[in-house]
Structure formats: C-alpha cells, structure tokens
C-alpha cells in the first residue's frame, strides 16, 4: 500500500511538472510571436455567428457589438431555423451597424456556419457564439494578432456560488491546453471565439464529413487543422476574451460535459484521445487508492494523496489563472479535487447509459 501511494504521487508530481513546464513553453512561444510582424487588419475580417432560438441570451452580445470601440468588416448572422423573436432582435438594435443576416442552408450549427462561410468575403474569419459579450477593445486587441491560420481565442465563464466549480472545470482543461500546445500542439479549441482563415478552412476541406454530428464544429476543424500541418496558435490573454455563461443547472452542466464526451471519440485526434486516457488512469488510480485508504483507517496515506494532488494541480494552473485573471478560482481547487473522480464516474457512468440531444437535435 505504501509503495503504490508514494509510486502515484511520485508519478502524478512528475506529469504536473511536465506540464508546467509546458505551460512556460507556450507563452515564451506567444512571446515570440508578438515580435514577428504587424497585425490583421479589422477590414479583412468577417464575423460568423449561428443562432438557434437566442432571444433571451443574444442581448448581451448585441450591447458588446454597439459599445465597441473598433468593428470588423461585417457581421454575419446565420439562422439555424428559429421560431423565436431573435432575428428582430438583431435588426433592431444593429440597424446602422454593416450586418447580414441569413437562413442556414440545411439543419444544424455546422450548416449554419458553413453558410456564413460561402457568404464572407474577407480572407479572415472569426466565429462567436449567440451568447457571448466582450470588452468595447475586443476588436483593438484581435488586430494586433499575427497572422497564423487558426487563432484559438479564450472564453471565460461568468458564475457565481457554488457555479464557479463549472468555471473551474473548463479552465482546468484549458491550462491542459496550454501544456500541450508548449510541447506539441493545442487539443482543444472553442467556437464560442475562434479566427481562422478562409483559405485554410477550405484547403482542409468543409464540415460535410460530420454534418451527421449536431455539435463539434470547433474540434473538427481544429483536428482538420492540426493534421494538416496548418499554424495554429493558442491564446489566453484576457484581452482576447469573450465571455459566456455557464449552465444555469447541474443538470444542464452535466447534459454540456455528456455531449462532449459523447463527441470526443469522433474527433481524428490521437493526442487528444491518449491524453484523455492517462487522465482517466490517473484519476481512477487516485479514486481506489483513496477509498483503499479510508477503509483502511489510514488517514496518513490519504492526507498524502490529496495534499499531492491539489498542491500538483494548483501548481499546474497558477500561471494560466493569472492570464486570464481568475486567480481567485484557485483556491478552491481543494473542493474540485474532492469532487473530482466522483465526477469523472459519474459521466461515465452516464455517457454510456444516455443518448443527448443539442438544440432539440440527437448529438449524432
């Protein structure tokens, strides 16, 4: 027993160093980047946004876009077939600002987009999401961006209470992100704040492969990227950030992680996909050796258990937590690192025994 809890800890120490390591490798890469050339230009960017029934979340969105300081060169508005009020919305309250708005041609979040795609003119292109805000200098800070194929631009969450342990579980994965991207390449990527450009997404092809697939646009097309040897640059500047909310329940945020576990194994990437398998090793290695522990009255080896884990994990995390300055969150990565393996079972559990929907539309 004794062996295999200092052999785990050992171990883990190890991976978190790697990855801390990584972590620094990343932003000495952004820091290089910063040096190498002028920005995009504002004018040679079209924004892409699909909707499906957003009347009630799209009005933060709409207020970022009207307080802006600086504006691309158009926004487009694709809608993914709603019944709702949400394309008067958009009229109304960008009525003098260079907008289209257009009806996705076929079902669904990727059609929506592919839409806006044929639709844009511009040689850049930066997908959001309904219900994101942003700062008035989102734009100022875009064009100071160098010129890379695939900008994959950070999304906070906004949360409050209990809630916050949502927020947290995303940038855990985004600080995993960091690491991976300081080594090798980024394994995730949010559409929620992404920039690409036109003539890359269509080298590497359209979404039809996966249409079938209701949601994963983001991940498909940076796997896409990513085997194709396209530049693709990961960012966590604050200043890049969109905002969005978390679920408003525990179970729209399991339904949220469930989709996309349910996804994941679609996804053509073998590093995201042998990442994921250490991470769920190490996290049922963690969860037996801790209940081994407790029924074994050995309060020793359990203190030791955690006290490695949330230290490891706090160091891990502490410098993309100060990027985007969230660093209050790190304080309760001790309650995160409790629930955690629970967690991870649970889905698991759940992901075998449920098929989801998304936007009222099976995941695929």
């Known amino acids: 027993m004794m062996n295999a809890v200092i052999a785990y800890c050992s171990l883990y120490t190890m991976l978190i160093i790697c990855g801390r390591i990584g972590i620094f490798l990343h932003f000495r890469k952004r820091k290089r980047q910063i040096k190498e050339g002028p920005g995009i230009l504002l004018q040679e960017i079209s924004v892409i946004i699909p909707f499906r029934n957003e009347e009630k979340r799209i009005v933060p969105l709409l207020t970022s876009i009207r307080e802006s300081s600086e504006l691309p060169a158009q926004f487009i508005f694709v809608d993914d077939h709603s019944t709702d009020q949400t394309i008067q919305h958009i009229q109304e309250q960008l009525s003098d600002y260079p907008i289209h708005v257009l009806t996705a041609k076929g079902q669904g979040k990727k059609a929506a987009l592919q839409t806006g795609i044929d639709h844009a003119t511009t040689p850049y292109l930066l997908t959001l999401d309904a219900d994101v805000e942003f700062r008035a200098d989102y734009f100022t800070a875009v064009k100071q961006l160098v010129p890379a194929d695939m900008h994959i631009l950070p999304v906070q969450m906004s949360s409050r209470g209990w809630k916050r342990l949502f927020e947290l579980d995303i940038y855990m994965v985004n600080s995993l992100n960091l690491a991976t991207d300081g080594f090798f390449r980024p394994i995730a990527a949010s559409g929620a704040n992404l920039l690409f450009r036109k003539s890359a997404f269509e080298s590497v092809g359209t979404y039809s492969s996966h249409l079938h697939i209701s949601s994963g646009d983001d991940q498909f097309l940076l796997a896409d990227f990513n085997n194709t040897g396209k530049h693709v640059s990961l960012h966590a500047d604050a200043?890049?950030?969109?905002?969005?909310?978390?679920?408003?329940?525990?179970?729209?945020?399991?339904?949220?992680?469930?989709?996309?576990?349910?996804?994941?194994?679609?996804?053509?990437?073998?590093?995201?996909?042998?990442?994921?398998?250490?991470?769920?090793?190490?996290?049922?290695?963690?969860?037996?050796?801790?209940?081994?522990?407790?029924?074994?009255?050995?309060?020793?080896?359990?203190?030791?258990?955690?006290?490695?884990?949330?230290?490891?994990?706090?160091?891990?995390?502490?410098?993309?937590?100060s990027s985007i300055k969230k660093q209050g969150l790190v304080y309760l990565i001790p309650v995160y690192t409790l629930l955690f393996p629970f967690y991870v079972l649970f889905l698991a559990l759940l992901s075998v025994q449920f098929r989801l929907t998304w936007k009222d539309r099976p995941i695929g």
């Open 239 to 321: 200043a890049l950030s969109v905002q969005t909310p978390v679920p408003n329940s525990f179970r729209g945020f399991i339904s949220q992680r469930l989709r996309w576990i349910q996804k994941t194994p679609k996804v053509p990437d073998s590093l995201a996909f042998n990442i994921g398998i250490i991470q769920v090793v190490m996290t049922g290695l963690f969860l037996v050796l801790c209940i081994y522990s407790i029924f074994q009255y050995n309060i020793l080896f359990l203190f030791l258990l955690l006290g490695t884990k949330i230290t490891a994990d706090q160091f891990l995390v502490s410098p993309y937590f």
